[in-house]
Structure formats: structure tokens, C-alpha cells
């Protein structure tokens, strides 16, 4: 099951970039502190208040007031915006738009600048010991802002389906599917804001799970074959078999003439290793693995692994090699694999 996360851009948003120079007011209470819509038109603003000791937590607050507006029906997957924050502010996104508009919506997006028009407003201090702030979005700006995000999102995802394609059944299509999916999972948060702010979108939807299944379409048709030096009853291979099965990828130590496309080489050298004065044997394991597109002649993905382990018998110290050399694999290379399949890069 995927793990959700509540609207994970907007407090980052709100917390470190909204306007917060509204000056302090104090004397008589005013009517927003009680009903926050009796000073801002509720037809035209999302508005919220909140309160502390100090006025920066009492902005704070009013601003994660505003957020759970949102927060309690819009949903989006953790790693997808870990994922989209990450290529907007590696420059990645900005290399897939076409227009010089388009990106400068995905620059203020990354700069998180004015979003929705949320600000501070108003900040009240009761003359004792407690601030009060009302935060507030125009509805109207968050409508436009969010908009231009979704016709830039749209505009990537149909630049990422050009691209693969080029060569519609490698693992590089897998990646543009796979950031497709990445951006229509930021796409649904997107609308969900412009409906609750009251208005409409007429982008053409193509949900999360259409390019996931795409995607996996391909790792299917794609087989890994693996090749092995100096394995111990298969246990590498089964392994990097176990992480690559993660992904759908099916998994061969194939002896046929026909090569597939996608080949992971793996070499293994266990050898003695003597300390003086220590009554254990020790072995030492290097391992080094590349998996290759054969048809580009390009290695994907490179992995090494190195440990000393020792015992008081060689076989031992070389079982205790091979089994530091899988949890290091279980740990590690379904990591690789991922961050090259799932992150977006530049486009040349």
C-alpha cells in the first residue's frame, strides 16, 4: 500500500516564504479574532487565524491553520513530491518545458514565491501576554498560480511521452513513465486546491496508475540476465533477483545465444585474509555488479560492495562475507535502481 502524506508542499510553502510584515496592532480586540470572515470577504480569501506567545509562532500557527483547510481532503504520495520538489530545484523540470512562461511558473514554484497570494494580514497583540495572526489566500490568485502549475506539469508529461518514444520499449521510456506518474500524482493535489478555491480545470486527465502501468509493461517485456563469477549456492544472485523483483523485473542466469537487452554483470573475489596475532580466520569480499544496456553499450547503474568478516573457520568467514554482501545488496541496490528509474533528469 502507498503511503499518503498530507499535503506535504504547502506548509514549506506557507512556513518559510509567505509575507509576514504586517504590522502589529494592539488596543480594542478586533472582530477577525473571533470570526476571522468578518474582515475578509469569504466569497474572495480562505482565511484563518491563530495565536501564541510570541508573534513568529503565532503566524505560524495561523498559517498551519490555513493548510488544514486543505489538508483534510487532498491527499498526494510522499515520494512523488519529494521527487517533484527535488526537479524543481535541481533545474531538471525547467530543461522539459517549452515556453519561457511555462517556466517561469515552475521557477516561482521552486522559489515558492506569493503562492496563492498567502499572507500574513493582520497581527493583533492583546497587550498582555498573546499575538494573534490572520492568515490569508486570495482565492483568485491561488486559482491563476495553480493553474499555470497544471499547464506546465502537462506540458512536461508530453514532452517525458515524446521522449520514450524514441525507443518505447527500454528502460529509458520506463523513467518518462515513470515521472509522468510522478507529475499526475502533483497534478491531482493541484486540482483538488483549484476546486476547493472555487474554481475549474479543463486539463485532460490522465491519472497516476495509467503511466505506472505502462511503465511496468515495459520492466515486464525487459528481463534482467544475470551473470555471475564466484557465487556461493546462487545467494547473490537470488539477492539482486529479490530487489530487482521489486520493480517487476523478471530475472535470468540465462545460457542462451540471444542476448537480452539489460545485463547485470557481477564478480565476486573472496579471499584470505591474515592478521597476526588473532586467534580468528578472516576472509575478505569484493563484489562489484554493472547493469548494462547492451544495445546503447552504456553501463545504468554501477555497485560495489567491500567487507571483511571473520571466524574461527575459513568457511565460515566466507559464508559470513556472502551474507554481509546480500543484507548490503537488500539495503542498497533496489536504492540505485530506483533513484535511476524514478528521478528526473535534464533533458539533453
Same mark, same amino acid.
Given at each position: 500500500?502507498?503511503?499518503?502524506?498530507?499535503?506535504?508542499?504547502?506548509?514549506?510553502?506557507?512556513?518559510?516564504?509567505?509575507?509576514?510584515?504586517?504590522?502589529?496592532?494592539?488596543?480594542?480586540?478586533?472582530?477577525?479574532?473571533?470570526?476571522?470572515?468578518?474582515?475578509?470577504?469569504?466569497?474572495?480569501?480562505?482565511?484563518?487565524?491563530?495565536?501564541?506567545?510570541?508573534?513568529?509562532?503565532?503566524?505560524?500557527?495561523?498559517?498551519?491553520?490555513?493548510?488544514?483547510?486543505?489538508?483534510?481532503?487532498?491527499?498526494?504520495?510522499?515520494?512523488?513530491?519529494?521527487?517533484?520538489?527535488?526537479?524543481?530545484?535541481?533545474?531538471?523540470?525547467?530543461?522539459?518545458?517549452?515556453?519561457?512562461?511555462?517556466?517561469?511558473?515552475?521557477?516561482?514554484?521552486?522559489?515558492?514565491?506569493?503562492?496563492? $497570494?498567502? *499572507?500574513? =494580514?493582520?497581527?493583533?497583540?492583546?497587550?498582555?501576554?498573546?499575538?494573534?495572526? &490572520?492568515?490569508?489566500?486570495? #482565492? @483568485?490568485?491561488?486559482?491563476?498560480?495553480?493553474?499555470?502549475?497544471?499547464?506546465?506539469?502537462?506540458?512536461?508529461?508530453?514532452?517525458?511521452?515524446?521522449?520514450?518514444?524514441?525507443?518505447?520499449?527500454?528502460?529509458?521510456?520506463?523513467?518518462?513513465?515513470?515521472?509522468?506518474?510522478?507529475?499526475?500524482?502533483?497534478?491531482?493535489?493541484?486540482?483538488?486546491?483549484?476546486?476547493?478555491? $472555487?474554481? *475549474?480545470? =479543463?486539463?485532460?486527465?490522465?491519472?497516476?496508475?495509467?503511466?505506472?502501468?505502462? &511503465?511496468?509493461?515495459?520492466? #515486464? @517485456?525487459?528481463?534482467?540476465?544475470?551473470?555471475?563469477?564466484?557465487?556461493?549456492?546462487?545467494?547473490?544472485?537470488?539477492?539482486?533477483?529479490?530487489?530487482?523483483?521489486?520493480?517487476?523485473?523478471?530475472?535470468?542466469?540465462?545460457?542462451?545465444?540471444?542476448?537480452?537487452?539489460?545485463?547485470?554483470?557481477?564478480?565476486?573475489?573472496?579471499?584470505?585474509?591474515?592478521?597476526?596475532?588473532?586467534?580468528?580466520?578472516?576472509?575478505?569480499?569484493?563484489?562489484?555488479?554493472?547493469?548494462?544496456?547492451?544495445?546503447?553499450?552504456?553501463?545504468?547503474?554501477?555497485?560495489?560492495?567491500?567487507?571483511?568478516?571473520?571466524?574461527?573457520?575459513?568457511?565460515?568467514?566466507?559464508?559470513?562475507?556472502?551474507?554481509?554482501?546480500?543484507?548490503?545488496?537488500?539495503?542498497?541496490?533496489?536504492?540505485?535502481?530506483?533513484?535511476?528509474?524514478?528521478?528526473?533528469?535534464?533533458?539533453?
Amino acid at each position: 500500500m502507498l503511503k499518503k502524506f498530507i499535503l506535504l508542499l504547502l506548509p514549506i510553502v506557507f512556513v518559510s516564504c509567505v509575507s509576514t510584515s504586517a504590522a502589529v496592532k494592539r488596543g480594542s480586540m478586533p472582530s477577525w479574532v473571533n470570526d476571522v470572515y468578518s474582515s475578509f470577504d469569504k466569497t474572495k480569501y480562505v482565511a484563518a487565524t491563530g495565536f501564541a506567545r510570541d508573534r513568529a509562532q503565532a503566524q505560524a500557527n495561523a498559517l498551519a491553520a490555513l493548510t488544514a483547510y486543505f489538508g483534510q481532503t487532498v491527499e498526494v504520495e510522499k515520494q512523488a513530491v519529494s521527487s517533484y520538489s527535488q526537479a524543481i530545484m535541481n533545474g531538471a523540470m525547467e530543461s522539459w518545458i517549452d515556453t519561457a512562461q511555462l517556466k517561469t511558473s515552475v521557477k516561482s514554484t521552486s522559489m515558492f514565491d506569493n503562492l496563492m $497570494g498567502a *499572507e500574513i =494580514k493582520e497581527v493583533w497583540f492583546d497587550s498582555k501576554d498573546t499575538y494573534y495572526a &490572520a492568515a490569508v489566500m486570495e #482565492k @483568485a490568485a491561488g486559482i491563476r498560480i495553480y493553474s499555470e502549475m497544471l499547464d506546465a506539469n502537462n506540458n512536461v508529461i508530453a514532452n517525458l511521452m515524446k521522449e520514450g518514444a524514441k525507443d518505447i520499449n527500454s528502460l529509458q521510456s520506463v523513467m518518462c513513465l515513470y515521472f509522468a506518474e510522478t507529475i499526475a500524482e502533483v497534478n491531482q493535489l493541484y486540482r483538488h486546491i483549484i476546486v476547493l478555491l $472555487g474554481g *475549474e480545470t =479543463k486539463d485532460k486527465i490522465l491519472g497516476p496508475l495509467y503511466y505506472r502501468t505502462e &511503465a511496468l509493461k515495459i520492466i #515486464k @517485456a525487459n528481463p534482467i540476465n544475470v551473470k555471475i563469477s564466484n557465487d556461493r549456492n546462487g545467494r547473490i544472485f537470488s539477492a539482486f533477483a529479490k530487489e530487482a523483483g521489486v520493480f517487476g523485473f523478471e530475472t535470468s542466469q540465462s545460457a542462451s545465444n540471444i542476448k537480452p537487452r539489460y545485463e547485470l554483470d557481477v564478480n565476486i573475489v573472496l579471499s584470505p585474509v591474515s592478521l597476526p596475532n588473532n586467534p580468528n580466520i578472516f576472509s575478505r569480499i569484493e563484489l562489484t555488479a554493472k547493469l548494462t544496456d547492451t544495445k546503447l553499450n552504456q553501463v545504468l547503474i554501477p555497485y560495489s560492495f567491500a567487507s571483511r568478516e571473520g571466524h574461527t573457520s575459513q568457511s565460515e568467514a566466507d559464508n559470513r562475507c556472502i551474507l554481509s554482501a546480500e543484507r548490503n545488496i537488500n539495503e542498497n541496490f533496489s536504492v540505485l535502481l530506483d533513484d535511476y528509474l524514478k528521478q528526473l533528469r535534464p533533458r539533453k
